[in-house]
């Protein structure tokens, strides 16, 4: 018996120039009274460089005009890992306790508050909530606090989903937290936020919108899946035709406005389009799901030796998530091609690629907005591929969402393929 149902969820949203700047009111309608009226506290996580812009110490004082004791941490790590989020997490314990948690960054800093919100509302350490095989995949038991995502990147839709991303250390890989209950409660969303990114984190993030969509709009079908019961379902249930409206509205929007943000970063409309495409393909695949990029990009992202790409933290190598999901796209698109073939060149055309492959189409996007020329170009070879493959195999949780079933030898095939694009 196949599965009849599937499921939608998205936190409030608030849309536009200038929606940052009403913070105040928004989380205190959202703070719990304390009992003798004093003060609601409100901690706002961030990353150094996002604090050096200036947007967190001016949603601060949003807040703090309106009432609010606002505590900042401005420790997230860009690329959080299991030690980054332990620390942060140390830190709003002996801080706490905290009425709200606001969010103000990229996906590092809303994945970070996240974690936080956990932590400080369930008992039990970090490892025991990761995502099984990983980690022991606990559920949270107790409801969390208020989370207000402030994006400040248009890219990882981290607003709008139920997933938190991290880095373990000891075994090298990349893997995630994921629950309803880590969704943010609201998303301010704020296209002034994002003139400050730099032309290399707008091409990654970029990038990670792009997939998003593609990785949703190609999913395995909801109806495809085995009946589940209730308690049963999980956020990602498979493409269905809420979340495949979002896919398509953000796919037409990047082909706009994709390579005019890139180019000229202070070009306000085609940042507010990118802005736009960012949460339509959060919200669309915050429930359908994404699949087989995303898998692969965990252990690339996880295994990086000495690469450190312009506009971001040169202290140590990186390979920003976005950029190692798309990595390997243009092979992972050609694998599934069979299994929806119509899907495939709708794609293809949404991104202005008519009458063309989808992966040349890729390519062409990557070319021009100044990503690197594949996993070569990162500092890995045919003998990592291996390496590579036993690390996208743990993600079971995103493989389960490809349309075929896909195997350690398909993997391999993704992972040579995309050494060099051109």
């Known amino acids: 018996m196949t599965e009849s149902v599937f499921t939608y969820a998205a936190p409030g949203l608030k849309f536009g120039r200038g929606a940052s700047g009403e913070i105040g009111w928004d989380v205190q309608q959202l703070c719990r009274a304390t009992p003798g009226g004093e003060a609601r506290r409100v901690l706002l996580v961030t990353d150094p460089g996002v604090a050096a812009t200036g947007h967190p110490d001016r949603v601060a004082g949003a ?124 998303a301010v969303v704020d296209p002034d936020l994002t003139m400050t990114q730099p032309a290399m984190v707008t091409a990654s993030c970029g990038m990670d ?3 998003h969509a593609l ?37 037409s929007l990047l082909a706009g406005s994709f390579r005019c943000a890139v180019q000229d970063g202070f070009d306000r409309e085609a940042r507010e389009q990118m802005a736009l495409a960012a949460t339509f393909a959060g919200l669309g695949f915050g429930n359908a799901g994404v699949h087989v990029p995303h898998a692969c990009a965990y252990p690339i992202a996880g295994r990086v030796r000495d690469y450190r790409p312009e506009g971001y933290p040169a202290d140590e190598p990186i390979v920003p998530h976005g950029m190692a999901v798309v990595m390997t796209a243009p092979a992972a698109f050609d694998l599934t091609f069979s299994a929806s073939p119509e899907r495939h060149r709708r794609a293809a055309e949404l991104l202005g690629g008519e009458g063309r ?66």
């Open 63 to 186: 807040m703090g005009s309106h009432g609010l004791d606002v505590t900042v941490y401005a420790g997230a790590r860009v690329e959080p890992t299991d030690a980054s989020l332990e620390e942060a997490i140390a830190h709003a314990r002996d801080a706490g306790p905290f009425d709200a948690i606001v969010a103000v960054g990229g996906g590092s800093a809303m994945d970070t508050a996240k974690a936080v919100n956990l932590l400080l509302t369930n008992d039990g350490e970090l490892m025991d909530y990761v995502n099984a095989p990983v980690g022991g995949g606990r559920a949270p038991e107790q409801p969390l606090l208020p989370l207000v995502a402030v994006p400040t990147t248009t890219g990882t839709g981290a607003e709008s989903t139920t997933i938190c991303v991290l880095d373990v250390l000891a075994l090298k890989v990349k893997t995630g937290i994921s629950h309803a209950r880590l969704r943010p409660t609201l």
């Open 209 to 211: 919108i792009l997939c």
């Open 215 to 251: 990785e949703s709009w190609t999913a395995r079908w909801f109806g495809d899946f085995a009946a589940k019961q209730p308690e049963q379902r999980v956020p990602y249930c498979g493409a269905n035709p809420i979340a495949d409206m979002w896919a398509e509205k953000s796919l």
């Open 357 to 422: 492959p989808l992966p040349e189409v890729l390519r062409g996007l990557m070319r021009d907005v100044g990503l690197p020329s594949g996993l070569a170009e990162l500092g890995y070879g045919s003998a990592d591929v291996d390496d590579l493959v036993e690390g996208a195999l743990k993600q079971q949780r995103l493989l389960a969402t490809a349309p075929i079933e896909v195997t350690a030898d398909d993997l391999a095939t993704v992972f040579r393929a995309s050494l060099e694009h051109w």
